[in-house]
């Protein structure tokens, strides 16, 4: 699914990506190019592709898009693989499955998007190390759990949103450390010094979390990346965080009990009239605002109301979710999966809050999220319904679309 078009949208133009791919391709892997970088997300995708064009020694574009597409292809393979010897292969392969229909994953295989590696690193590691975390303690185990960690840290080296997966790992640990022997205290304890080491190094040779170009203004001019402070941005993350939920656990909403619904619906046609109200604000770059504008012809009392309706559909949904979660609380404490994934979601919307400068929460940012909103799905509702198919379906589609449209000049 490699083509060789140039892309007319910003937000997916190759060539922005390719002049870090370039800088690591000609200029090598040292302090100075690092610090050279001229785009936001952390080096090591820009260098994983960079490795490809100087293996291939073709065109650097087709070079680059096809390091992408390896990325994914490891993806796919080692979770199939860690499926096989997992003690919960449908929450690996439910993972997978969420993660490959997601509406973004389509073109971030076959374009130079830093997400490919970012993703095999984060959720290959994360899988790995959760379930490496919650055997018999045992030399593969302490040496899987090792690889976890630092595949993790990787992760956040290629995109730092993933940064919200180190807490969510102690988190884990804190609520799960009883009754462990020391044996397996050294194993989670320097798989968390094995996911810390790469940042660290990184945080030394940029001073701060991103690139000193985006960070000062010098990369795009007048656009900024840096930590600071941003209270809206987590609003933003939320709903699309609840969104992605919605398409994959909407059969929560029908398990809600009759005397919950009327309260349910009025606080989520509440939040829906809000949301609305703030939908200018909410809705970022990509598929969902693109749609919703189509269909509402740039009407602004029509784009309300939509956007209304999706809010409170939303919010009708996470709450039905929250209590499907608590009256099987006992199922929940049982699942390391799923309570790693609700942590990396909750702590990856809270950690927006430290996100400055002027860039936006653009939707493909929520491809992060798609394993671990799988293993939310897939640990809580396990079955295949054909209307689950239809919802996957469907956001397969639209992935294809995009890609499409833009690759043949739409």
């Known amino acids: 699914m490699l083509f060789i078009g140039r892309v007319n949208n910003p937000e997916y133009d190759d060539g922005v990506n390719m002049i870090d791919v370039r800088l690591y391709a000609t200029r090598g892997i040292s302090a100075t190019s690092i610090r050279s970088q001229t785009n936001p997300p ?3 995708s820009f260098i994983w592709m960079a490795e490809s064009v100087r293996l291939l020694r073709g065109d650097d574009l087709r070079d680059a898009r096809f390091g992408a597409l390896f990325s994914w292809v490891l993806t796919v393979s080692a979770i199939l693989l860690g499926s096989r010897y997992s003690r919960f292969p449908n929450v690996w392969l439910g993972a997978l499955l969420v993660l490959l229909v997601f ?54 080296v290629c995109r730092q949103y993933y940064l919200a997966l180190l807490p969510a790992a102690a988190l884990l640990v804190l609520l799960r450390s009883t009754k462990r022997g020391r044996l397996w205290w050294t194993g989670v304890i320097a798989s968390l010094v094995a996911s810390v080491f790469p940042v660290i190094v990184l945080l030394l040779i940029w001073k701060g979390i991103t690139s000193p170009g985006m960070a000062t203004g010098s990369s795009y001019g007048s656009w900024r990346a840096s930590a600071g402070v941003n209270l809206f941005r987590p609003v933003v993350a939320a709903f699309y965080a609840a969104f992605y939920l919605l398409l994959v656990t909407f059969p929560v909403m029908s398990a809600l009990k009759p005397a919950l619904r ?21 809705l970022q770059p990509g598929p969902l605002r693109t749609a919703l504008y189509f269909v509402a012809h740039h009407n602004s009392v029509t784009v309300f109301s939509i956007f209304s309706i999706i809010a409170a559909a939303t919010t009708y949904n996470t709450i039905a979710l929250g209590v499907f979660l608590w009256e099987r609380r006992n199922t929940f404490n049982a699942s390391p999966f799923l309570v790693f994934a609700l ?52 956001m397969l589609l639209v992935g294809h679309i995009m890609l499409w449209r833009w690759a043949l000049g739409g």
């Open 42 to 44: 952390g080096p090591l």
């Open 103 to 156: 509406p973004h994953a389509v073109e971030s295989t076959a374009l130079v998007l830093t997400e490919g590696p970012a993703v095999f690193f984060g959720a290959v590691g994360a899988l790995l190390w959760i379930e490496s975390a919650t055997q018999e303690t045992t030399t593969t185990s302490q040496v899987l759990i090792i690889v976890g960690g630092f595949s993790m840290g990787l992760a956040i």
């Open 262 to 282: 009327r309260r349910t619906m009025l606080v989520a046609l509440t939040a829906g009239l809000v949301g609305g109200s703030l939908s200018s604000r909410i």
């Open 343 to 394: 942590l990396f979601v909750a702590l990856f919307i809270v950690e927006q809050i430290g996100v400055g400068g002027n860039l936006f929460l653009y939707e493909r940012y929520t491809l992060q999220l798609a394993p671990f909103l799988g293993i939310v799905a897939f640990s809580l509702l396990p079955r295949l319904t054909y209307a689950r198919l239809l919802a996957l379906a469907a």
